[in-house]
């Protein structure tokens, strides 16, 4: 059963589309994430939802939208895309509390755009 | 400013020698912990090994250890024996006790092990 599974692995659109990723985890955590791996490999953090409530909200676009309908999914909708926003996308999640608690995260969607 | 701080941005090692992988960091929080992460060419993250910035001793987890030097703020990684899987990139990132919790990641090490 994998842990956090995100929904598609790759995904290549034109500028100007607007597509949805996926994520779900079955570890009954209550803390979900978004970070985007730039082309240098880069990891930054862009939204945490913790039982749904939004609680990080790092300095992206207002193009790009999180939604969590419930704490075990965390979907991440982004609206015009452009080519800058080529990266590999990965959803997390954690407990909230501790600093003890890693990080699991999903395979990652390499979001490609032409 | 960056809370993490891992300055070889490439490295290589013999098979079945050592290699130790730099991390340094800031926070001016007293809880804290310090992660290390394994990203393989495939392209996911594992997660290697945790220290807690209480533990009083080195984390260790098979060939990964962690040389935690708090009055320094350093956390480097060694891998013992390696092994031609090991090639990948490695992360370095902290989760401070305090404000969102969010883990901030250094930039990364890449290991190549050569035969």
């Known amino acids: 059963d994998t842990a956090v599974s995100q929904t598609p692995k790759y995904l290549v659109t034109q500028m100007g589309n607007d597509k949805s990723i996926k994520c779900e985890q079955n570890?009954?955590?209550?803390?979900m994430y978004w970070y985007k791996q730039d082309s240098k490999k880069f990891l930054k953090i862009m939204f945490s939802?913790?039982?749904?409530?939004?609680?990080i909200n790092e300095t992206v676009p207002n193009r790009f939208s999180p939604k969590s309908p419930d704490k075990a999914h965390l979907n991440l909708h982004i609206n015009s895309l452009e080519l800058g926003d080529s990266a590999v996308y990965f959803c997390?999640?954690?407990?909230?509390?501790?600093?003890?608690?890693?990080?699991?995260f999903g395979s990652g969607t390499r979001l490609t755009v032409v | 400013a960056q809370k993490i701080t891992q300055t070889q941005p490439g490295m290589f090692v013999q098979e079945k020698e050592a290699v130790t992988l730099d991390c340094t960091y800031d926070?001016?929080?007293?809880?804290?912990?310090l992660f290390w992460y394994k990203q393989p060419s495939s392209g996911e993250m594992i997660f290697l090994i945790y220290?807690?910035?209480?533990?009083?001793q080195n984390a260790t987890e098979g060939r990964y250890s962690l040389n935690f030097q708090k009055a320094r703020k350093s956390a480097n990684l060694v891998i013992s024996a390696s092994q031609l899987g090991d090639s990948a990139m490695y992360f370095c990132?902290?989760?401070?006790?305090?404000?969102?919790?969010?883990?901030?990641f250094g930039a990364g090490t890449t290991v190549t092990v050569r035969a």
């Open positions: 997390a999640s954690s407990k909230k509390e501790g600093i003890g608690y890693g990080y699991t």
């Open positions: 570890l009954g955590h209550d803390t």
């Open positions: 939802y913790n039982n749904k409530e939004l609680i």
């Open positions: 926070t001016s929080d007293p809880s804290y912990g």
């Open positions: 220290q807690g910035s209480y533990d009083q």
């Open positions: 990132a902290m989760r401070e006790g305090r404000g969102d919790y969010k883990l901030s």
